[in-house]
């Protein structure tokens, strides 16, 4: 059957994602925006905090409001004040974007134009909130291209569950046979997308999966051969 959609992951698949480290770094700059100084090491410890007590998993059950929450802990455990750290964790979320470096991977803007040439319907579906989407959209120059973007907000449920990816080809009126999906994580895009009958392509650009047996492709160029 022949293709009609083509969907991707965003982190890791389209852009680069920020290590912890960058992460830490991105904190690191807001807060001396703000007038304040913490060691890396400590943002980190902070950091870990938050971690453990607002896992990334629940991101969908707690919706738009994680990372502000998230922020709240992390801030309360550097040692602010609720108020002034409410109005910190606030501001965090909404300047985010503004000092993370977001950049697509080399490859990823000459296959997005082929495709969109070939007139297949192109989506994102990540684990990120929507809002984070557009944001990066909005920094690679590719706000409205995509003719739909889906986080975990969307439909209040996360890669690997197969409803995320069955709700999506609704949007888009494809079948699973008529869609193709790229990712490059193993269990939430290649495993999640097969589940739900969809074929799947992990994207391996380091060559660091050793699996034989799943289907994978090491730049978005391969990715036209599969049409
Ligand atoms: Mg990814």
């Not at 938050?50 to 040692?79: E, P, T």
């Not at 809002?131 to 907000?153: A, P, Q, T, Y």
């Amino acid at each position: 059957m022949t293709i009609k959609a083509v969907l991707f992951d965003m982190g890791g698949t389209l852009i680069t994602a920020a290590t912890l480290e960058e992460v830490i770094k991105i904190y690191d700059k807001i807060l001396q925006a703000y007038g304040m100084s913490y060691s890396l090491d400590r943002i980190a410890k902070a950091h870990q905090k938050a971690s453990r007590q607002l896992d990334i998993s629940r991101l969908a059950d707690v919706g738009k409001d994680f990372w502000v929450m998230f922020n709240l802990i992390l801030l309360k455990d550097l040692g602010m004040d609720k108020n002034q750290a409410l109005d910190l964790a606030k501001t965090i979320d909404r300047e985010w974007w503004d000092y993370a470096d977001v950049e697509l991977y080399p490859d990823v803007l000459p296959v997005l134009h082929e495709l969109k040439a070939r007139k297949l319907k192109l989506g994102i579906v990540s684990n990120g909130l929507e809002s984070d989407i557009e944001h990066v959209m909005k920094k690679v120059n590719l706000e409205g291209f995509f003719d739909v973007e889906v986080g975990v907000d969307t439909f209040m449920c996360m890669k690997p569950n197969r409803e995320v990816f069955l709700k999506t080809l609704k949007l888009l009126q494809v079948s699973p046979k008529e869609t193709l999906f790229v990712g490059d994580s193993l269990e939430n895009d290649y495993e999640g997308a097969r589940n739900a009958g969809i074929r799947a392509l992990l994207i391996s650009r380091r060559n660091n999966v050793t699996n034989c047996e799943v289907e994978k492709i090491h730049s978005f160029w391969e990715l036209l051969s599969f049409l």
